[in-house]
């Protein structure tokens, strides 16, 4: 079926560990790259008409596979085209996300600099709002391309329904996001590369890059929809933003250090969970539980993970 649709790279039995930040994950059954938005298009309408299983992903920044892998077929666009014109940017999901971070600042376009250094893909930050230090990606979106299952459409950022990490491609998986375009502001590419630089040193000392982890495991929390008893309970150097990091949950329940095998969460950030290295997902889910029952006892507060699972 699909080794029939020219632009399609297809793979049986392929590593899922290989396209995941956390080096973690089974084999999928198939896998399909492509940069072409029709056969991508055209693969997705066969495997629906088909009702085979499939899904969608991107750099596998925030993605935790199964040791069993999948059984079906996952997709990959890699499209990675960006241009600009005027102050409107438009880039391919498959661009990495700091790429075109980079691209913006060397055009003297602002807006979009205080996520440089976030890992992972385009359609990846656009699909879960990527943010950081205040800002989201949703607030300079004007438009997003994507597949809604079958047709490819363009929707403005109001249908985007973007909100605190979250997005209605999130949460319609049959919505596939094929590229964004974003409205950029004129300003001094050497300030704008010093903002980014600043930002980027102060994440890698968080983040290493060479660390196989997902960034923060857990979404952060608003004050104002915690229990009066909870929020009682948040030192006001903790509140930012009206945002509550879930880190000072996590760390009064005890978080950090604790491990499952080789998954450990650091010494200096109860978020911030890695592989130390041959950790498998199964250790990995079971030290989220862990982490999300101890802050349930402690707080009665349920986290929610900003990660996606497959398989």
């Given at each position: ?89 438009r880039a391919d999901a498959g661009a990495v996300l700091d790429t075109v971070v980079n691209f913006a600042i060397s055009r003297g376009l ?17 699909h879960g709002n990527a943010g950081a230090y205040g800002h989201a990606i949703a607030e300079r979106i004007r438009t997003v391309r994507f ?89 006001e150097s903790k509140v930012r933003e009206g945002k509550v990091a879930a880190a000072f949950f996590l760390e009064q329940a005890g978080a ?56």
């Amino acid at each position: 079926m699909l080794d029939e649709i020219p632009g399609l790279r297809v793979r049986r039995f392929a590593p899922l560990a290989d396209y995941t930040r956390f080096g973690i994950g089974g084999p999928a059954d198939v896998l399909v790259e492509t940069g072409s938005e029709s056969a991508m298009t055209e693969a997705l309408r066969a495997l629906r008409a088909a009702g085979a299983p499939y899904a969608v992903i991107g750099g596998g920044t925030n993605l935790i596979v199964a040791d069993a892998g999948f059984r079906g077929t996952v997709l990959r666009y890699t499209s990675e085209q960006i241009a600009v014109e005027g102050g409107t940017l438009r880039a391919d999901a498959g661009a990495v996300l700091d790429t075109v971070v980079n691209f913006a600042i060397s055009r003297g376009l602002a807006g979009i600099e205080t996520l440089a250094g976030i890992p992972g893909s385009l359609g990846g930050a656009v699909h879960g709002n990527a943010g950081a230090y205040g800002h989201a990606i949703a607030e300079r979106i004007r438009t997003v391309r994507f597949i809604d299952g079958g047709e490819v459409r363009t929707i403005g950022r109001e249908g985007c329904g973007f909100t605190y990490r979250d997005s209605v491609f999130k949460r319609r998986g049959e919505w596939i996001v094929l590229a964004a375009e974003f409205d950029l502001t004129p300003a001094n590419p050497d300030e704008l590369s010093r903002t980014a630089a600043d930002i980027v040193e102060t994440r890698n000392r968080k983040f290493p890059p060479t660390m196989k982890c997902a960034g923060s495991i857990f979404k952060n929390l608003l004050l104002a929809e915690l229990a009066p008893c909870v929020a009682a309970q948040v030192p006001e150097s903790k509140v930012r933003e009206g945002k509550v990091a879930a880190a000072f949950f996590l760390e009064q329940a005890g978080a950090k250090g604790r491990s499952r095998g080789a998954i450990r969460v650091t010494d200096y950030h109860a978020n911030l969970i890695y592989n130390d290295g041959g950790g498998t997902a199964a250790d990995l889910v079971a030290l989220i539980a862990e982490l999300k029952e101890r802050v349930r006892a402690r707080f009665g507060l349920e986290l929610e993970e900003e990660v996606q699972y497959l398989g």
